[in-house]
């Protein structure tokens, strides 16, 4: 835990950093800087899961989550930000714990991009979809999320917070050229996206989510797989 904390306090001062150093920065460093900070900010995470002792089928859980999560979004890529993987990787949060959900949630972006096109959006997508899972499990695990209709709640609320995000490297590549009107037409066009997402996670949630979560929970105690009251 130690080096995580480390890891934490690093990025902290690598983000104010950043902001102070974008303050005159030119156009052409804006996005290296973003990307930058998006994937510093996923180090502690990852830290923090590999710290714990694995079993061998545990890893391989975490890999099935994930695949599922990835074949989940392919096969809607025709319909843009409907598709289940927001539903598998809070799912797999609530039943299996933060770490889980956040390594289901940037694997899945990482490997399905490997399909859909790889870009400077995938580390955007993997710390957003990885903070999905992440949220999702340490608020089950303080009793907010148990709750059907919160749970549903967070699933909307996250669909709108995911595409704000990923706004933000749109943003960042418009270097000195941003202005709050250019910003504000960037969040107006998403809305329909950013919708469609929150309705998407609304409808697996409530028509899925109980049979999911009781099929995981009966493997998990089955199998005595990542326990989630430990390390969430």
Known sequence: MARVRFA????????????AYMAW?????YLPIALLLVCASIVPFFLRYESRSL???????????SAIATVGRVPFAALPSVQPTSFVIIVSAL??????????GAV???VSNMFLGQGPWTPWQMFSWGMIGWTAGMLYQRGWLKNRYMLIAFGFVWGILF??????????????????????AV????????LAHALSNVFFLA?????????LERYRLKYGLLDSQGWS
């Open 8 to 19: 934490s306090a690093v990025v902290i001062l690598l983000f104010f950093g950043s902001l």
């Open 25 to 29: 920065a030119n156009d052409e460093q």
């Open 55 to 65: 079993q061998a089928r545990e890893i391989v859980l975490v890999a099935v989550l």
């Open 95 to 104: 039943v299996f714990g933060s770490e889980t959900g956040f390594m289901v």
């Open 108 to 110: 899945a972006a990482l």
């Open 163 to 184: 595409g704000w995000i990923m706004n933000i490297w749109l943003l960042a590549g418009m270097g000195q050229d941003l202005t709050w009107a250019s910003a504000l």
């Open 187 to 194: 969040y107006a066009s998403s809305f329909y996206f950013d």
């Open 207 to 215: 028509v899925l989510g109980p049979g999911w979560i009781k099929i």
